[in-house]
Nanobody, 120 residues
Framework: QVQLVESGGGLVQAGGSLRLSCTASGSIFSINNMDWHRQAPGKQREFVATITRGSSTNYAASVKGRFTVSRDNAKNTVYLQMNSLKPEDTAVYYC??????????????WGQGTQVTVSS
């Protein structure tokens, strides 16, 4: 089994910054893409950012230039640095990872989510 645990959420004023972390643990052989998604109240979950094992990145248009995704492969950890936060960034943020297990199966795993609230 593989577990993903996020941390770093909280309450911040508009214009502020937060850094989210997500660490994977368990029966991991390797981790391929690691992603961040978010879900605001009453809305569908949406893609935020992704990073490959080789650190190629891609972002949703709504966060490009404000958010930066990075990872530490040795620690099985992905980060999301969020700057210039806006009230519309308020959401539960989830990390996801495509993991090759020690049994060589490949599947996505999701974390439990961390709340980010941006006040105006």
């Amino acid at each position: 089994q593989v577990q993903l645990v996020e941390s770093g959420g909280g309450l911040v004023q508009a214009g502020g910054s937060l850094r989210l972390s997500c660490t994977a643990s368990g029966s991991i052989f390797s981790i391929n893409n690691m992603d961040w998604h978010r879900q605001a109240p009453g809305k569908q979950r949406e893609f935020v950012a992704t990073i490959t094992r080789g650190s190629s990145t891609n972002y949703a248009a709504s966060v490009k230039g404000r958010f930066t995704v990075s990872r530490d492969n040795a620690k099985n950890t992905v980060y999301l640095q969020m700057n210039s936060l806006k009230p519309e960034d308020t959401a539960v943020y989830y990390c996801a990872a495509t993991v090759t297990s020690t049994a060589r199966s490949i599947r996505p795993y999701w974390g439990q989510g961390t709340q980010v609230t941006v006040s105006s």
